[in-house]
């Protein structure tokens, strides 16, 4: 079985500074591994998605995450954040080898930011 | 091109009462899974269809249960609900059936059980 943790449930941010959310995974088997976004009264939105290959993927909207397969992190990063990416997000994990698409979701972390 | 499409968007029911919920997949999409949501939690996986049949359950008791249509659209049917019933419920769409693609989420139906 998988399981996603979420490392913080709230980050709050001033307009134009870095960010780093948090996401570590357990899972005994390969997984991939994605984050999704949720605005408010939406549904959610996917920012990118690690398959294989190289480690650091890059995603819409300035976002970017590295995959660690030594540490099960996957942490979401953006250099320099804007006050509509205040929103909802959250790191899922998939099997490699299951026969659906059944994702595994942490409890969000909820950014803020402000000006 | 129209998203993923859910209807309704908000229902009130009373304990006991049963439930339907729709959902039309993105255009070009045979894959449908659906997801309940409780108030600050992640969404949790209920089962997915796929040619007509559920193709992967997650951790929920027969009360729910669902329909895909030939057209590929889907129904979510909860029976005998219960006050922890109350969630958004979203419904996703994809291309192939199996992992690793890219899931197209509707914007939910919020269902209220008092």
């Known amino acids: 079985a998988q399981s996603v943790t979420q490392l913080d449930s709230q980050v709050p941010v001033f307009e134009e500074a870095p960010v780093e959310l948090r996401c570590n995974y357990s899972?005994?088997?390969?997984?991939?591994l994605f984050w999704y976004v949720q605005y408010p009264n939406q549904g959610l939105q996917l920012l990118l998605k690690y398959l294989s290959g190289s480690t650091l993927v890059k995603g819409i909207n300035g976002f970017e995450a590295e995959f660690n397969k030594s540490q099960t992190s996957f942490h979401l990063r953006k250099p320099s954040v804007h006050i509509s990416d205040t929103a909802e997000y959250f790191c899922a994990v998939s099997d490699r080898d299951q026969a659906g698409t059944a994702l595994i979701f942490g409890k969000g972390t909820t950014l803020s930011v402000s000006s | 091109d129209a998203g993923v499409t859910q209807s309704p968007t908000h229902l009130i029911k009373t304990r006991g009462q049963q439930v339907t919920l729709r959902c039309s997949p993105k255009s070009g999409h045979d894959t449908v899974s659906w997801y309940q949501q409780a108030l600050g939690q992640g969404p949790q996986f209920i089962f997915q269809?796929?040619?007509?049949?559920?193709?992967q359950r997650g951790n929920f008791p027969d009360r729910f249960s669902g329909h895909q249509f030939p057209n590929y659209s889907s129904e979510l049917n909860v029976n005998a609900l219960l006050l922890g019933d109350s969630a958004l419920y979203l419904c996703?769409?994809?291309?192939?059936?199996?992992?690793?693609?890219?899931?197209?989420f509707g914007p939910g139906t919020r269902l209220t059980v008092t």
């Open positions: 269809y796929y040619e007509e049949e559920e193709r």
């Open positions: 899972s005994s088997v390969s997984v991939y």
């Open positions: 996703a769409s994809s291309p192939n059936p199996g992992p690793g693609y890219e899931q197209y």
